[in-house]
């Protein structure tokens, strides 16, 4: 069940205010982004890595992939105005047609058994992500007046990584590519080409630094899995 992952690590992360690219921040001294990699690094499922990146940071990249001994990274390709078009950017350069999974740089808390299972449900089906129920009451808002409320038991809040099939996604980016179309996720340019995706259940841990206030929860996950929380 081997796969290869695309990371695409080229955003800015404004929303952080770090006035760096986030993933440069760091979590008990160590980047976000190597937190990211170290756990694919040490996935002996894991072939290879592709880091799509902005060129500004490629010097700062290629350096602290040598101090912290990151060997997996088969690529470094230009990111591009979209995370759509850093992935697709990606994608041209990957040399299997197996699994291919895609993460985001800033969730350091995937752990190895989440990605596993959901690399078995994308053997059996192609096409798989992994995400968790949601927990809070969900409502339709229109110029801030609520117009409905959702019944929360068939929604999900959705993580990565993302599983395909390789020629599968290929063909998503490629029709998306053709069709001028942008998506919040792979998930959804595959759904659009109408093949199913199938969801498996994740961690409410896996958590996406956007903001300030996630790194205070990116350090208390730290603290409970140290076992000091």
């Known amino acids: 069940m081997a796969y290869q992952v695309i990371i695409p690590a080229a955003g800015q992360g404004k929303r952080m205010g770090a006035g760096k690219n986030k993933l440069l921040l760091e979590l008990n001294n160590i980047p976000v982004l190597i937190h990211t990699l170290k756990v694919f690094e040490e996935d002996e499922l894991c072939e290879g890595i592709i ?3 902005h060129p500004q940071d490629e010097e700062e990249f290629i350096l602290l992939l040598k101090k912290h001994n990151v060997k997996k990274v088969l690529d470094l390709v ?10 697709y ?14 993460h985001d740089a800033a969730r350091p808390f995937i752990q190895k058994d989440q990605i596993h299972r959901l690399l078995d449900t994308a053997q059996k089906t192609d096409a798989a992500i992994i995400g ?23 929604l999900w809040v959705v993580q990565t990584p993302q599983a395909f099939r390789f020629s599968l996604l290929y063909r998503a980016y490629e029709q998306a590519a053709k069709d ?3 998506g919040t996720d792979d998930s959804s340019l595959v759904e659009r080409i109408s ?3 199938t969801m498996v259940e994740g961690d409410y841990d896996n ?8 790194l ?10 140290q076992g000091s929380f």
């Open 51 to 53: 880091l799509a990146i």
């Open 78 to 87: 230009p990111g591009g105005k979209e995370r759509q078009d850093s992935i």
């Open 89 to 102: 950017n990606a994608l041209k350069t990957v040399k299997t047609e197996g699994i291919i999974l895609v």
């Open 132 to 154: 968790v129920p949601a927990k809070d009451t969900m409502k339709t808002v229109r110029d801030n007046v609520v117009k409905a409320t959702v019944e929360r038991s068939s």
């Open 180 to 182: 001028g179309f942008v």
């Open 195 to 197: 093949h199913p995706v």
């Open 207 to 214: 958590l996406k630094l956007t903001t300030q206030e996630d």
């Open 216 to 225: 205070f929860f990116a350090q208390a996950i730290l603290q409970k899995r």
